[in-house]
Structure formats: C-alpha cells, structure tokens
C-alpha cells in the first residue's frame, strides 16, 4: 500500500502500465566469436518488432492526426529498415565482437554525426527522427517498448510525470487513472485528469521502484491510497466503494438542468475548462454553462509543426457549434514556463516561468499570433466566442495585443471574412502588477479571468511545479485572497464582469468567498462542476459577504481553510 496526493477524486480498479521517460541505459558486453550469430538474430527479432509497433502507432496516429503529421512514420519504417543502419550495426557486432544494444547504440551515434555535420538543413533536421529510431530498436532489444500510444483496457497509468504532449494521444476509453511519483495540483497531468474526470493520485514515494508492468492494482483518489496486487478482501471492498461512489455521482447528476442560483437570488456561471476539442463532450455530459478556458496551446502541442490558421480555425469552430450557444472563452497561445514546443525551439531559461512566455511570445512572434487571431475570429462567426489574453502584466502589453487584433480585424474586413464584431475581449489576472492595477484594465477590457494557478504562484513566490514546496502553493493564502478580492471591486466598479478559470475555480471550500465577492463566473475541470453548483445552491449570497470579510481578516492560510470547513460543514447540514 503506498499514500499520495489526491489531485482528482475518484476510484479505479485495473492494471498498471508503467511508463519510465528514462533514457535507456546501455552496457556494452564483449562477446565470444561463437555468440555472433545469435546477437545478429536478436538484431533481425528486434527490427521484426520495432516495426511491428511502429505500425500499430501509425494506425493510431492516422485515426488522430492530419495525413501530413502521419507521414513522419514512414520516414521512421524507412530508417529502421535502412541497408545502411543495419549494414553498420552488423560490423560493430562482427568486428568488435559487442552485444547488439551496443552496436546499434554505436551506429545510431555515427550516423546522427554525419548528419549533423552536413550543410543540408534538411538532413540536419532529421537527426531527432534517426534518435527516436533508434530509441525504438534498443527498446525492442531490451524488451521495453512500452509508450503512452500503446495501453490496454483498464490502464492505470504509473509514471514519474508526464508532460502535456506525452499525454497528448492518450487512448482516453481505455485509460482508468494516474499514479504518479511527482506533480502537484496545478501540474499539467493532474489538471488533464480533471478534465477527464478519472482518479489521480501524485507524490506516491517508492513505487515506481517497485510495482510490475501489469500488475492489479486499486487507486483510491478519495483517502489517497494505492493498493498493488489486492487479495480478494480489498477487491471485494474496494468493489463496493465504487458503488457507492457512483451511487453519489448519480445522486449529484439531478442537478446537470438546475442553475448555479443561491437561495436568495445570486446567480453564477458554472463553466469547463478544457484543452482540446474532445474535452467539450465531458462538458456536455455535465450541462456546463459554457467553456470558461479553453487552453489552446494544446493543438500546437499535439503535433510537430506550428498548427495553420485552417486547422485551428476547424477546432474552434467544432468547440462553438457543439456549444450551441453557450459562451466559448479561447485563450490565446499561453506556451513557455512548463509547456514547450520541441519544434519552436525556446531558448534555455533560469526561470522559465518568469520568461519569454505567453503573451511574451505572441507579442514577439507576430506572425504567429496573427494566424491565431485569425482563426478566433472567423469561428467566431459560428457562435459565441470570447477572446482572452493571457499573462498580461502591463497595459503596454495589453495596448499591443488590442491594436494586433484590429490589425487582424481591418485585414478580414477587407477580405470580405465574417466575424463576430461584438465579440467580448479579456485578459486573465495571473500577475500581481495585473491584479493592483486592475482599475486601469478594466477601461480597456469586457471581462477578467483570474488564473488562480499562476497569481499564487508569482504572489507566494512558489514554483507550482516543485513538489518541494508544493504544500506552499495554496489558494487559502491571505494575500492571495486579498488581491481577488482587489480585482473583483474592480471589475465590479467599472461594470465589467469577473470569473475565475484557474483550479481555485473547482475548489467548493472556497465558492462561498468567490460568491461573497460577487464573482458571476467559476471555470472548473468538468468532474467539479456538479459539486460547485450544489455549494452556490447551498449559500446564501449575504451570508457569503461576512464570510469574505472573516476570512480576509485571517493572518494565515490554515487559519482560512480551517473556517472555510466549518462554513461548508454547516451549509451542508443546513441544506
């Protein structure tokens, strides 16, 4: 049995597949001239079933992605099947007499060298395709071919982390939930599991070491635990802890066609945030009252190229028409920090989250942006989006994405292209500059949207992704509480309206302040929208008022979760 975070509630039981991001480790073995022959016919087997695997990810691939992004693997089957390579891998093992993972580890080497040396900056740009080449043919040989294209049904993922992009193509049917050794609440994995509405579970110390490819195993995302090869007892009690739970969830579905009111008359909007076309039919299942975020940076990380303005315009388009009516609000390219693009190339930072990120990029990379914005705007057409910039930390910047945006704007316009003229403009509230000087955005926006992730991460001075101090990177901060409430006046002073899409949103202890400060918007992972709405319909907005200024007279963050467990306590049993 081993504890860990709860990072999405839940229960699950199936098998794990492990997944180690490790670089292999190679040892080179000098063999007998007798052995030869036996390590070339590991050699062919292992081709044999590099290949094999190959295919099978290619056929997951085209039923996912563009025919041009397909074609990579054509170039992987022709260079593991290249006279050449495997010419080169046949010498070593004959003339230096060394075991087969070797060899080939010597001529991927040799050939990656003549590669990177040419003057073609096509061949050059194939070095990173001969490494994941010859990545699949030693893990052929060392019997570890296992990837994230390749689960079973009832796969329980266990891993160190994940980035977004691994997570990318993930056969969500037959994904049950996540274990992971590292992340937090706010990590990238933690927050896809979310939107998934699956158990996850980080900062499980030790068994990554220890527990099997395969093995049985019960994930218990409500108390925190992982149970590795149960007896019949645990699966017999577990079992019905899942009933149970489902039987809740039922219970809490009752309200999908109820509104987010309280019971005198305030009303919220209890919207999804999601990070790729697909997450809007969990949207739909919860009857969400819009898309509070949708994270668009995803559709330039599932794939090896800068998306064009076709292929981004046909995914917000699909969002908007499903949505049917319903507000979409798209958040334009917020990469850099802990979300990279292997194929922009972003420079090497000290602090990334405090770098060339975001908004940052955008506003540098012009070209880049105005594709975006085109396609925002022509979906627009299609239904009711709203436009949200990330990372705003100076009117100056904002100064500048408004006036690119009507450059965009005058440019459709000309080209006779239909967009929605009134379409609603923010900014999200994620720095402390942004937050103290929200007065004078305010003038210049339809609405705020406050990423709760990053404003605790840059007013706390806490790495969000440093399990270390994970603890420290919590919404019950004072200060934290402070500044929202700071926003939220305002907002409201200037007449615009206020929501709050980072994962504070989804956090019910803290919907009676949200409520109190007269938020109208909370955007959520789709698994915490029925538990939300059930707290706005437990509260009474006056009643949240005192509470908001309870807690903002608290010195300390366990003094505020503290009170606020005691306020649900006595909402629930009131109800």
């Not at 096509?122 to 030693?138: A, P, Q």
């Not at 030790?206 to 099997?212: C, T, V």
């Not at 076309?277 to 009252?289: G, H, I, K, S, Y």
Request: one cysteine or more; a negative charge.
């Amino acid at each position: 049995m081993y504890k860990g975070i709860v990072v999405s509630k839940g229960i699950a039981i199936g098998r794990i597949y492990k997944y180690a991001n490790e670089k292999l480790a190679i040892t080179t073995r000098s063999i007998p001239a007798e052995k030869v022959e036996e390590e070339i016919n590991r050699l062919e087997e292992a081709k044999e079933k590099a290949n094999k695997f190959l295919h099978e990810i290619k056929g997951k691939a085209t039923r996912e992605l563009s025919s041009e992004e397909v074609q990579i693997f054509d170039a992987h089957f022709a260079m593991l099947n290249d006279p050449m390579l495997n010419d080169e891998v046949i010498k070593f093992i004959n003339d230096e007499k060394i075991n087969a993972e070797a060899a080939v580890k010597k001529a991927i080497e040799n050939i990656i060298a003549k590669f990177a040396a040419m003057d073609n900056e096509y061949f050059r740009e194939r070095v990173k395709d001969i490494e994941d080449v010859g990545d699949h043919l030693l893990r052929a040989l060392t019997g570890n071919l296992n990837t994230l294209l390749d689960i079973g049904d009832d796969s329980i993922i266990l891993a160190e982390d994940l980035t977004p992009s691994q997570t990318a193509l993930l056969d969500k049917d037959k994904l049950k939930g996540f274990i992971l050794t590292r992340g937090g609440k706010t990590s990238h994995t933690a927050i896809m599991a979310r939107n998934l509405m699956i158990p996850a579970i980080v900062g499980v110390k030790g068994i990554l070491d220890e527990a099997q490819h395969g093995a049985d195993v019960i994930l218990d995302a409500i108390s925190g635990q992982v149970i590795i090869n149960p007896d019949q007892k645990a699966l017999a009690e577990y079992r019905a802890k899942l009933a149970a739970y489902e039987k809740k969830q039922r219970e809490l579905s009752k309200l999908k066609e109820k509104p987010a009111r309280t019971c005198d008359g305030f009303g919220v909007k209890v919207a999804a945030n999601i990070s790729i076309p697909e997450d809007t039919n969990r949207v739909l299942e919860v009857n969400a009252d819009g898309i509070g975020l949708f994270r668009s940076e995803f559709l330039y990380m599932n794939t090896g190229q800068l998306p064009d303005e076709e292929k981004q315009f046909k995914a917000y388009k699909e969002v908007v028409e499903k949505m049917a009516g319903k507000p979409v609000i798209i958040r334009t390219l917020d990469i850099g920090g802990d979300k990279e693009l292997p194929y922009m190339d972003l420079p090497e930072e000290m602090n990334p989250f405090l770098g060339w990120r975001a908004i940052r990029i955008s506003l540098e990379r012009k070209d880049i942006f105005k594709t975006q914005l085109r396609a925002i705007l022509r979906a627009s057409n299609y239904g009711q989006i709203k436009l949200m910039f990330p990372l705003i930390a100076s009117l100056e910047e904002l100064d500048k994405a408004l006036e690119i945006l009507d450059e965009v704007k005058e440019e459709l316009e000309s080209e006779n292209i239909l967009y929605d003229r009134k379409m609603e403009v923010g900014m999200m509230i994620e720095v402390p500059s942004a937050a103290l000087m929200a007065d004078r955005f305010a003038d210049k926006v339809d609405f705020f949207s406050i990423g709760t992730n990053d404003l605790i991460q840059y007013t706390v001075a806490v790495d969000r992704t440093n399990e270390k101090i994970s603890e420290l990177h919590t919404p019950y901060h004072p200060a934290v509480l402070r500044l929202i409430n700071w926003v939220a006046e305002a907002a409201q002073k200037a007449g615009i309206w206020v929501g709050i899409c980072g994962e504070a949103g989804g956090n019910s202890l803290l919907t009676p302040i949200f409520v109190g400060m007269g938020i109208t918007e909370l955007s959520m992972s789709p698994g915490s929208i029925l538990e939300v709405k059930k707290k706005v319909r437990e509260l009474s907005k006056k009643e949240a008022e005192k509470h908001v200024n309870k807690v903002l007279a608290l010195n300390t963050a366990a003094e505020v979760e503290e009170y606020l467990k005691e306020v649900s306590k006595t909402a629930e049993e009131n109800y």
